[in-house]
């Protein structure tokens, strides 16, 4: 069995006087996809941006590598290979394509290395290839979604964690995400995806987490649960 990458232990996480996350327990081994799912408002973005280092934690911990990451930085976990596409891409709108997948590469020094994985990005994504030099801002949202994933890409990531990839998209541009996130994978890069879409997130991944009003209600193989009657109740109307 392949070792553990990452691993969530009891975490806690409240802002604004509410509890968004109650005690939360999960891994992610290497070389897996893992889909964690549930409605909007269930705590999964708050875990992303804890795992992040971009909220902190109320308590439990949070192990990448072997080690407890608690209260580290995202500029420093990214050095480290944990790099996320946050909900809402986060693309810098006054930047070119070009320019923001070159911010993405700010953690390396080898300029060959960073100019093959552009090309490979451009590979991927042969529609921001097209439009290198024009500003992200003037983008569509699926566009930004393809440079936000491609920035991240840069960073040469051990783990990417994906938020809600497909939110706001075209049934067309779904496709081409979700596409992009097997490929991805395939190559040999551990994914941890949050989707509300608990369809198509199940159908790719390895295992999934069901999260419900901070907790996780839910675990198993991925193909296991698409077949589970609550789970196709619950997020798959059916």
């Known amino acids: 069995m392949a070792e553990v990458l990452l691993k969530v232990s009891g975490l806690q996480v409240a802002y604004g006087g509410i509890q968004a996350v109650k005690g939360v327990d999960f891994e992610v081994r290497t070389g897996e996809l893992v889909s964690l799912i549930g409605s909007n408002g269930a705590g999964k973005t708050t875990t992303m941006k804890a795992i992040t280092g971009l909220q902190p934690l109320g308590a439990g911990d949070i192990h990448y590598l072997g080690r407890s990451i608690r209260g580290r930085g995202a500029w420093d976990l990214v050095r480290e290979g944990l790099a996320m596409v946050p909900e809402g891409r986060g693309v810098f709108t006054r930047m070119t394509i070009l320019e923001n997948l070159q911010m993405g590469a700010h953690i390396r020094s080898d300029a060959g290395g960073i100019a093959q994985d552009i090309d490979k990005v451009f590979g991927i994504f042969p529609r921001l290839k097209e439009r290198r030099d024009q500003l992200a801002g ?83 193989e991925a193909r296991q649960m698409l077949d589970d009657p609550k789970v196709r109740a619950a997020y798959l109307g059916e």
Do not use: C, W
């Not at 979604?145 to 990417?160: D, F, I, T, W």
């Not at 706001?168 to 395939?186: N, Q, R, T, W």
């Not at 040999?188 to 608990?198: F, I, K």
């Not at 198509?200 to 901070?214: C, F, H, K, P, T």
């Open 138 to 220: 003037t983008m569509s949202g699926g566009e930004q979604q393809m440079l936000a994933m491609g920035r991240a890409l840069m960073s040469r990531p051990k783990v990417l964690l994906l938020d809600e990839p497909s939110m706001g998209l075209s049934p067309i541009m779904v496709d081409k995400i979700f596409e992009v996130v097997k490929e991805v994978h395939a190559q040999g890069v551990t994914v941890l995806l949050v989707e509300q879409n608990a369809s198509r997130a199940l159908q790719i991944a390895d295992r999934g987490y069901v999260m419900e009003s901070g907790l996780i209600t839910m675990t198993g």
